[in-house]
């Protein structure tokens, strides 16, 4: 099992940035794939972006062209840059660790969440 620790949420105006990061306990970091969810108040969790081991990257509609995943395996961190964020943005970010190619991502192990705010 890994443990990952997420960090970076917070309060911020609309049109602004946050970058998250997360922070993952494995020895074997560069052969998970890695993906980001989200979950609003009221709403279903939400699948934003997936990185595979090969470092391919799949976003959900509603962020693309706006976020940006990547890891860095040699740290084991894996990382959301989020731009001219929406209040619709707002919500619980979780980091997951699990298997996936490049269309396709099954998450196995979940962070406790970090909480982006977008508001005026």
């Known amino acids: 099992q890994v443990q990952l620790v997420e960090s970076g949420g917070g309060l911020v105006q609309p049109g602004g940035s946050l970058r998250l990061s997360c922070a993952a306990s494995?020895?074997?970091?560069?052969?998970?794939?890695l993906g980001w969810y989200r979950q609003a108040p009221g709403k279903q969790r939400e699948l934003v972006a997936f990185?595979?081991?090969?470092?391919?990257?799949n976003y959900a509609d509603t962020v693309k062209g706006r976020f940006t995943i990547s890891r860095e395996n040699a740290k084991k961190m894996m990382y959301l840059q989020m731009n001219n964020l929406k209040p619709e943005d707002t919500a619980i970010y979780y980091c997951?660790?699990?298997?996936?190619?490049?269309?396709?991502?099954?998450?196995?192990?979940w962070g406790q969440g970090t909480q982006v705010t977008v508001t005026v």
């Open positions: 997951t660790a699990g298997d996936g190619n490049a269309n396709d991502y099954n998450p196995h192990d």
């Open positions: 990185i595979t081991a090969r470092e391919n990257t």
């Open positions: 494995t020895t074997i970091f560069q052969i998970y794939a």
